[in-house]
C-alpha cells in the first residue's frame, strides 16, 4: 500500500523484533492516516528535495513491540506519527541541518546518537523541539539544539 509517491506502508511496520517475539504490528485505519501525513508533510518533501531514497529504520510500533524495545510511553511511533530515518551519505547531523533549514513542519528533529535521525509531525499548538541524544555513563542525555556527535 503506497502511503505516498516514494514510501509504502510495509516500510514502516517491518521490525525483526516484532518477527521475532511474534508481536502483531499491523496498524489501524487511524495509524495509515496519521503514516500519511507523515509522508506527506515531512519525509516525501524531503526526499524528493534531496532526490535520493530515504529510509525507514523504524516507523510505527503497536505498543507491545513499544515496550519490547524499551521505547518511551508517550512515543509517537506508536501513532504513526514519527520516524527514524537515515539518508544513505549524509550524516543525522547534516540531514537534522537540512531539515532544520526546509522549515518543515515537523514536531520534534533529534540528532540520535549521530546515527540516525528521529522526525515527529507537529503538535497543534507546540512549539517545534531539536534535540541531540547521547549517551553518557550508560545513560541517555537528550541536550537541546543539535549537536554534531
Given at each position: 500500500m503506497l502511503l505516498s509517491?516514494?514510501?509504502e506502508?510495509?516500510?514502516f511496520v517491518v521490525s525483526e523484533t516484532a518477527a521475532r517475539q511474534g508481536i502483531d504490528n499491523q496498524p489501524s485505519d487511524q495509524v495509515i492516516a496519521n503514516l500519511s501525513g507523515l509522508c506527506e508533510k515531512l519525509l516525501e518533501p524531503l526526499r524528493v528535495h534531496l532526490a535520493r531514497p530515504v529510509i525507514i529504520t523504524s516507523?510505527?510500533?503497536s505498543v507491545e513491540l513499544n515496550q519490547a524495545i524499551g521505547g518511551s510511553n508517550t512515543s509517537q511511533h506508536m501513532t504513526g506519527k514519527a520516524a527514524d530515518i537515515i539518508v544513505p551519505g549524509i550524516?543525522?547531523?547534516?540531514?537534522c541541518t537540512l531539515i532544520?533549514?526546509?522549515?518543515?513542519p515537523y514536531g520534534q528533529l533529534i540528532n540520535e546518537f549521530g546515527r540516525w535521525t528521529h522526525?515527529?509531525?507537529e503538535t497543534s499548538g507546540k512549539p517545534k523541539?531539536?534535540?541531540t541524544a547521547y549517551r553518557n555513563n550508560?545513560?541517555?542525555?537528550?541536550?537541546a539544539g543539535l549537536i554534531n556527535v
Open positions: 509517491k516514494h514510501f506502508l510495509a516500510e516507523g510505527y510500533r550524516t543525522p547531523f547534516d540531514l532544520e533549514s526546509m522549515n518543515l522526525i515527529s509531525l523541539q531539536t534535540f550508560h545513560q541517555t542525555i537528550y541536550e
